[in-house]
């Protein structure tokens, strides 16, 4: 069974950091591009950030890049992104994709919550 | 960036059949993947390249690209169908590639 298990999302202070983690199972991992989407309160899907499965290119939403850094340990069949600099308007669910090159999301994680809030 | 825009709110009658529209520029030179998502859920791919389903998706659900307009459609719609549905599509000319529409609400009369 596909699995994709977020965690480490937490309520965290405008300028603060935070890094979220995504465990994969059930699939062969290094053949998956993986994503990060989020969905604000309330609000439709955003597309966050790519990175390849091969050779480790990154794609960035202008709202984010500079500040997050996605990331994979493909001996560990883990997914992270690094946060930094955080707004309020970075406040939501955030969930980790898997696509096998079809530019397509074929498995999703439940999502993990963070809210920016002094 | 691309834009997709599809109708805020989509409603049924058990039965009847829904459709769901997503438009954007050029979109024959696209494909359009379609998600389902149910409240406190995560979405699911429930179309891919405009108009295949994913193993486990009821033949109910069904796709169209044509033009500028893309279709989700829905046959004999149930309640649990109720949801948000979401296009989207890959830009290889961008720099942010993946782009979703707005999302519709679909609700079940």
């Known amino acids: 069974e596909v699995q994709l298990v977020e965690s480490g999302g937490v309520v965290v202070q405008p300028g603060g950091s935070l890094r979220l983690s995504c465990a994969a199972s059930g699939f062969t991992f290094d053949d998956y591009s993986m994503h990060w989407v989020r969905q604000a309160p309330g609000k439709g899907l955003e597309w966050v950030s790519f990175?390849?499965?091969?050779?480790?290119?990154?794609y960035y939403a202008d709202s984010v890049k500079g500040r997050f850094t996605i990331s994979r340990d493909n001996s560990k069949n883990s997914l992270y992104l690094q946060m930094n600099s955080l707004r309020t308007e970075d406040t939501a669910l955030y969930y980790c994709?898997?696509?096998?090159?079809?530019?397509?999301?074929?498995?999703w994680g439940q999502g993990t919550l963070v809210t920016v809030s002094s | 960036s691309y834009v997709l825009t599809q109708p805020p709110s989509v409603s049924v009658a058990p039965g009847k059949t829904a459709r769901i529209t997503c438009g954007g520029n050029n979109f024959r030179s696209k494909s359009v993947h379609w998600y389902q998502q149910k409240p406190g859920q995560a979405p699911v791919l429930v179309i891919y390249y405009d108009s295949d389903r994913p193993s486990g998706i009821p033949e109910r659900f069904s796709g169209s690209n044509s033009g500028n307009t893309a279709t989700l459609t829905i046959s004999r719609v149930e309640a649990g169908d109720e949801a948000d549905y979401y296009c989207?599509?890959?830009?290889?000319?961008?720099?942010?590639?993946?782009?979703f529409g707005g999302g519709t609400k679909l609700t079940v009369l």
């Open positions: 994709a898997a696509d096998l090159g079809g530019g397509y999301f074929d498995y």
């Open positions: 990175i390849s499965w091969n050779d480790g290119s990154t």
């Open positions: 989207q599509v890959w830009d290889s000319t961008s720099d942010h590639p993946w782009v």
